[in-house]
């Protein structure tokens, strides 16, 4: 079986969630400790609790969510089976991409093209978007109510991540997530009248007016049809995701042990 590396996409999914001891947890420990440094003595309970503490400091695991992606990796590699995610939102977000990547060298003023080549290091692997100065990741938003125009931070932390992730892979040091807005692929918008249709009044030509209206954004001053967000390589984000690789090692074998699965 490969050895686990996660995808710079997935990044987001084995970060949430702390490892170790909380702050509170931390806190607690220091006073128990400056208890027994005073010459003082611990209740039973607080004995209980303190040595519990120092074994989950010493043997740090992971979080729930962390541990959930890694038993999906692993069936997808035990099954030979893996199952794409895909929405509406997605699929416009696939098929508007070379649009967004023309929108947004017409913005910047110089040529950019789309990456292809796939990186992969000892803790993770992927395929950015834009290789550039700064590195470029596209997202395409549905519409304009899911377009982030008045957002001063990255609306999704998971692409903070993924950022992180292909900085590394590539050796740079700035990262840009850009969202578009872009027209819907005809396709899709009929779609839309098609479910409208079940819920309308509305003839199917007036629907197809309505969301040729909603779907498409030719008449938006493409000011408001492009937001990016800047940010720096965090060598302290990569080193975490990398002890978190080696955690998610550690869970898989676990796993792995515990149902007597040979994993060649």
Known sequence: MDKFKIRCSAIGQIMAGSIGLSDAQLRKLKTFQD????GKDLTDLQAIENDKL???QANPELPQGAKTYCK???KEKLYNRTREFSSKYTDKGNLCEDNSIQFISDWKLRPLEKNEKY???????????????PMIDVKNSWD??????FESDIPDKDY????QGYMNLCNE????VIYCLMNAPFH???DEVRRASYRSNLSKSELMDKYMKLMTFDDVDPSLRIKIFAFDRDQTVIDEIKFRVMLCRKYINELLEKENINET
Do not use: V
């Open 35 to 38: 208890k027994l440094k005073a």
């Open 119 to 133: 990186f992969e290091d000892e803790f993770m692997c992927g395929t950015p978007d834009i290789i550039d100065s």
């Open 160 to 163: 903070f991540y993924q950022g």
């Open 144 to 149: 304009e109510q899911t377009f982030p125009l």
């Open 72 to 74: 999906k990796w692993l």
């Open 173 to 176: 040091y700035k990262f840009e």
């Open 188 to 190: 899709i918008i009929q």
């Open 54 to 56: 120092i074994e989950l």
